[in-house]
Structure formats: structure tokens, C-alpha cells
């Protein structure tokens, strides 16, 4: 009873706090932003806020911590590990920062932005486009995924090879802590010795340790000019050595480098209309090549740099095919065959898919090991790797065989396959979560497998943060 009269409690005076449109029980609108974006969750909430400032979140929280509610802080409910999605107990507030979405300040001159934490990443994008600039992350579902939410799951995408990851870009960042203060660290210093880097520790923590509500980030020169590469190859080790060898032809224009097999272009090329494959014919394995240039004469010089790339990749055999993008819209034509092969996948039927991780030098070697080992030991499923093959993170799905029921396969043999590919993963001394988070999907499983002591120290930073432990529990650690 005593809970139940506290949730009143806190109801009543959230809902004075931040007004009608800042505050809502009703189940019709809370319902969308209860399943994960996978469909994979669904949770219950006690309510959901959405305010719109920075002190209206702090005065928030410590209106949460004097009631004990728990928060679960969510952006744009993009997310793959179900990290913004509320368990299903109906205790916590759904905290929105859908609503804060100012650009703040875009300081041309000096290559930064401070945005809320609620901007969404295209909106972000037009706004450097406008100023010359860009933004140097994106990825599929950059017209939902927001600013926060990309720095809480520590964000990645096709353009790490050259950028980084979120972290990478992120100069300072303003948060509210579990008690309700604000950490304001928006001011970027080259030079900071005044003890730890505080904002890494939020990076990435997916809300647990609190919660992210503006940042400045970094900004790079907008692109002048870009040309797009499509080889053909016998194995992904050559792919490897294609790398290797681009990185030392094209130096910083090397921009982004992607990989798939054989079978997951013929699954874009049946469920892609109108798609049409790059090269007459097929080939083991493809990769997806981008060159950049920030200035005129750089761009004019590109397509001479591409030719040069591949002439010389054919004279050492590392290549048996290759094209190159003539217009923009053959660009985009290529890209948009990398970035359907995931729904494409998913038309195919059901799948275990793993966002993992390994040292680059050892990217090929480990699909190479595991894709035989896998399919040997689960007859009539397929694995399949494609991705990013200049920073280590392969997508790994194996597809269940035909015929099966998918909900319960995904339950037992889907789950047991899960287990082992991260115990492969750990092996090879790799992560289990590359780019998309822990959230509840995989919190389990890094429980298991974790280093000891890194575990140790999470959770014992977690304690001291939040002692009560209301910031997005059951996720991460």
C-alpha cells in the first residue's frame, strides 16, 4: 500500500511540475514508446515525461529520488538492445527527451556544436550542412536516432574507419545526475588536468549513470566530392589485405570500407526493388569502398586516386572485379545495397543476430573460423558475417533452418547458438557488443563473460552515482 500512495504521490506532483504536455499516464500515449524499436521488449510505465529543459529534468529527478521511482531515460526509440525499454513491473517513469531539441550554438569558425540531447541526428546533419560542415556519424536510422541516446550506446556506424565512434566526437557534455545535480562540462579545453575525464564515464553507460541532456561535439569539413568503389573478391582475407592496401594508396580520403558475402547481396538483390548488382558476376565476397574530398581540387583528383587504388589491388590479385561510381546517384545505388541487407536478412525468416566485435587484424580469420564451425554444429542454419572490416565489427546473424517455428527457436537452439558465438568472441578477445549497446538484450551475457575485475569496477561505479539505483536498472550492469 505504502508504494502504491508514494506513485500517487509522485504522479501528482510530476504532473504539477511539468504541465499536460510534459507529463502523461494515458496508456494510448504511452503505448508506442513501450516496445523496442526489434520488437524484441515490451515494458509497463508508470508514466512518461517528457520535459523541456535541462532544470525541469533535474527537478525531475530529485523529485524521483525522494519517491524512489526508477527513471529509463529514451531518445528516438532507435536502440537494438532494448536499453530504453521499461520492464514490466509498471514502477518506472519513461523519462523522453524527445522534447528538448535545440541547437544550442554552431560555432563555424571553431568546428563545434552544442545540441540537446533531443536533436535528432538528420536534423543535426542539416544544420552543419547549412554552416559548411558535417557531422562525420551516420547511420540507418538517423531520422529517429537522437544526440543522447547515440552518446549513451556510445553510437558507431559506417564512417568510424576514418571518424571514430560517438566518442570520439563528443567535446563536452551537460548531464543530471541521480540526486538531481548537473554535471556541465559543454565548454571543450584541449588541456583539462582537473582529475578524470567525467563525460567518458557517461559515454556509453546508456543511462545508468545519468543522464546525458545536451553536448558539444565535433564538426568536420563538409565533403566536396566522393566516389564509390565495388570489388569482387575471392575471401574475406583478401578483403583484409584490400584494406590494408587502400589505407596505403588513398591515406586520410579512405573514408569508409564495407564487406558482405555473396548471399546477403543476392538476399538484397530479391527483396530490393529495382536493385541491380554492381558487377556481371558473383563472387565470394564484395566490398564496398568510399573516398572522400574536403576541398575542390581534392575532389577533382579522386577519380584518378580510385583508378590507381584498383589498378594496382589487380596487378597483386587481391581483387577479381571492380567498379567505380560514375554520378551520385550510382553512389547512393551502391550504399543502399549495404544498408538493406539487414531488413533483407530478416525477409529470409528468422535469425540470431550478434553485434560483435574482434581485433581488426583478426576480422577475416574469425569469420573464416566461425562461420564453418557454427553451421557444423546447428545443421541447416546459415551464418553469415557482413560490416565494417576497418574497425572489427562484424555483424554475425545466423539464419534458422527452414521450416522451424520462430518463436521457438529463438527461445532454445537460437538462444544456445547466441551463447556460443560470444563464448568464440571472448575467445578471439573480442566484445560482445560492438555498437548498439548491452541494454537488457545482453546483460546477462556480460555478466557472464566480462572480465572480473572490469565488472567489479562498473558496478562499483554504478554504487557511488547511484546509490539507490533508479537510473535505467536492469540494464548494463
Not at 535545440?102 to 556544436?113: F, H, W
Not at 566518442?167 to 545526475?177: H, N
Not at 564453418?372 to 546459415?382: H, I, N, S
Request: charge should be negative; charged fraction near 20%.
Amino acid at each position: 500500500m505504502s508504494t502504491e500512495i508514494d506513485h500517487n504521490a509522485f504522479v501528482a506532483e510530476a504532473a504539477e511540475l511539468l504541465g499536460a504536455r510534459g507529463f502523461t499516464t494515458d496508456p494510448d500515449l504511452m503505448a508506442p514508446w513501450l516496445t523496442d524499436w526489434r520488437g524484441r521488449f515490451t515494458g509497463r510505465a508508470l508514466a512518461m515525461a517528457s520535459p523541456a529543459a535541462t532544470a525541469e529534468v533535474a527537478d525531475l529527478i530529485k523529485l524521483c529520488a525522494k519517491h524512489r521511482v526508477p527513471i529509463v531515460p529514451q531518445g528516438g526509440n532507435s536502440g537494438m538492445s532494448g536499453g530504453a525499454t521499461p520492464d514490466c513491473e509498471g514502477h518506472a517513469l519513461l523519462l523522453s527527451l524527445r522534447r528538448m531539441n535545440t541547437i544550442r550554438r554552431l560555432d563555424a569558425e571553431n568546428r563545434m556544436v552544442t545540441a540537446d540531447a533531443g536533436v535528432v541526428l538528420q536534423t543535426l546533419h542539416e544544420a552543419a550542412d547549412e554552416a559548411g560542415l558535417r557531422f562525420a556519424l551516420t547511420l540507418g536510422g538517423k531520422g529517429s536516432a537522437t544526440i543522447g541516446g547515440l552518446i549513451s550506446t556510445n553510437a558507431g556506424g559506417t564512417q568510424v574507419l576514418r571518424h571514430g565512434t560517438m566518442r570520439a566526437m563528443v567535446l563536452g557534455l551537460e548531464a543530471v545526475m541521480a540526486d538531481g545535480s548537473v554535471l556541465d562540462t559543454l565548454t571543450p579545453l584541449k588541456k583539462d588536468n582537473r582529475g578524470f575525464d567525467l563525460k567518458q564515464v557517461l559515454i556509453g553507460s546508456e543511462g545508468t549513470m545519468g543522464v546525458i541532456t545536451a553536448a558539444t561535439l565535433r564538426l568536420e569539413p563538409r565533403i566536396d566530392g566522393r566516389t564509390v568503389l565495388w570489388a569482387g573478391l575471392a575471401s574475406l582475407s583478401d578483403a583484409r589485405a584490400l584494406l590494408l592496401h587502400a589505407e596505403s594508396i588513398a591515406g586520410p580520403a579512405l573514408e569508409g570500407f564495407e564487406v558482405m558475402p555473396q548471399h546477403s547481396l543476392a538476399a538484397v538483390l530479391d527483396y530490393l526493388p529495382g536493385a541491380r548488382a554492381p558487377l556481371a558476376e558473383p563472387h565470394p565476397w564484395h566490398a564496398l569502398i568510399e573516398l572522400v574530398a574536403e576541398s575542390d581540387a581534392a575532389a577533382e583528383r579522386l577519380p584518378d586516386l580510385a583508378e590507381t587504388m584498383l589498378a594496382s589491388a589487380f596487378e597483386v590479385g587481391l581483387i577479381a572485379d571492380a567498379t567505380i561510381s560514375t554520378s551520385e546517384a550510382q553512389a547512393e545505388a551502391f550504399w543502399a545495397l549495404r544498408d538493406a541487407i539487414a531488413p533483407a536478412e530478416r525477409a529470409l525468416g528468422p535469425a540470431v543476430q550478434h553485434d560483435i566485435s574482434v581485433p581488426t587484424q583478426l576480422m577475416a580469420q574469425f569469420v573464416e573460423h566461425a562461420v564453418p564451425l557454427l553451421e557444423a554444429a546447428w545443421p541447416g542454419t546459415r551464418a553469415v558475417g557482413f560490416g565494417h572490416l576497418g574497425d572489427g565489427n562484424i555483424h554475425f546473424h545466423v539464419l534458422a533452418p527452414q521450416g522451424v517455428d520462430p518463436a521457438a527457436w529463438q527461445q532454445g537452439d537460437g538462444k544456445a547458438i547466441s551463447a556460443q558465438v560470444h563464448d568464440l568472441v571472448t575467445q578471439w578477445g573480442g566484445s560482445i557488443s560492438a555498437e548498439h549497446g548491452i541494454g537488457q538484450l545482453k546483460r546477462d551475457e556480460l555478466a557472464r563473460l566480462g572480465d572480473p575485475v572490469a565488472l567489479s569496477m562498473l558496478r562499483q561505479i554504478k554504487a557511488a552515482l547511484d546509490p539507490q539505483g533508479l537510473l535505467n536498472p536492469g540494464k548494463l550492469v
